[in-house]
Each structure stands twice: as C-alpha cells, then as structure tokens.
C-alpha cells in the first residue's frame, strides 16, 4: 500500500522486472550452452574425419615431412593456451564489448579443442586418426597436451609455492621461460621423433 504523499509500496519496488538487460544474458547464457552443446554432439559425430582432415591439410602445407606434420600438430595445439593467455593479459583494457567478443572467442576456441579428443567408449573405441599423415599430426598434438600437463601440474603449482615460501614475486622473465621450457622441449621431440 501508497500512504497519502503517494510513497510507493516498498513490496511493490522489490517485485523483479524483465529487462532488456537481463533479456539479453537469459539468450546469451542459452545461446552459449546451445553452443556447447552442438560442438560436443558436432566432436563426436566427426571429430575422426576433422582429425584425419587436419592431418591432411597440415601435409599440404607441409610437403608431408614427417618432422613437420608433428610441429604443426603441436603448434595447434598449444593455440588456445596462448590466446587465454594473451586474453587475460589484455582483459583489463578492453572495454566491455571487446571482453564478451574475447570470453565467446575463448569459450568456442576450447570447445573447438574437443574434435581433436576421441570419443571412444569401452565397446566402441575410436582411433585418434586413421590415415599416415594423421598419425604423425595427432603425435605432434599429444606431445603439446603433454607439454601443456606439465606446465598445469608442475611448473605453475610448483612456482606458486616457491612464490609463497619466498613472500616474493617471481619475474616475468622466469615465468616466460618455466612456461615455454616444455613446449621447447616436446618441438625437439617432434622434430626429431615425429611418430
């Protein structure tokens, strides 16, 4: 109820509005699992053919050395870390457009990593690849997930509590390095033990 200066019922201003606003996140939010969604049933149905195609066309661009099949599969593999990387570097000047543009750029970039993960079950297991080129493409791919492994479970928990024994912060620098150490180390592997 309104007293007789016409202040409004405190009942009445809680009571929720459909914004435009709150519109817009309800369809984007749906519009991002739809999304998830389509990709995952999109990785199973023919993620085989995307890996043995991504084989192919990296054979092309190659001229089909064995060494540089593996590199160019570990090169794409490591392309969404360093765009999350460079992402959250630049978040803090983007404005508000260009973060949304970034976090659905991010987010379809990842779920687009799922073709390259076979969906094998237990009675029906899947190869990762099925043609030559496609062997020595998915090699250079495991060695940069392997590369990505390590950094994940040993080399930044491991940093982080040096940082925290020490009370101070590691540079830049060494970070760089730590970080890129085993992605250096599984480029020699796959130039030299391409699969």
Not at 115 to 120: A, E, I, K, Q, T
Not at 138 to 145: D, I, R, S, V
Not at 157 to 173: Q, Y
Request: glycine share 10%; proline share 7%; with cysteine.
């Amino acid at each position: 109820m309104s007293d007789t200066y016409g202040t409004p019922d405190p009942v009445k201003r809680m009571k929720p509005r459909l914004t435009s606003t709150n519109l817009a996140i309800g369809v984007g939010f749906g519009a991002v699992i739809a999304a998830l969604v389509g990709m995952t049933w999109f990785a199973v149905v023919y993620g085989l053919r995307v890996r043995d195609g991504s084989g192919e066309i990296a054979c092309a661009v190659t001229t089909c050395g064995p060494g540089a099949l593996a590199l160019s599969g570990l090169v794409l593999s490591l392309i969404p870390p360093v765009w999350c990387v460079l992402y959250a570097g630049a978040f803090t000047r983007l404005n508000s457009a260009g973060r949304i543009l970034g976090a659905v750029f991010t987010l379809l970039l990842l779920t687009a990593m799922l073709l390259y993960v076979p969906s094998s079950t237990r009675r029906h297991p899947q190869p990762l690849t099925t043609t030559e080129h496609g062997e020595q493409f998915a090699h250079g791919m495991a060695l940069g997930f392997f590369a990505l492994f390590i950094d994940f479970v040993v080399v930044i928990p491991a940093f982080v509590l040096l940082g925290s024994r020490l009370n101070k912060r590691i540079p830049t620098l060494v970070w760089i390095v730590a970080l890129t150490a085993p992605a250096a180390l599984s480029a020699l592997a796959a130039a030299t033990h391409p699969g």
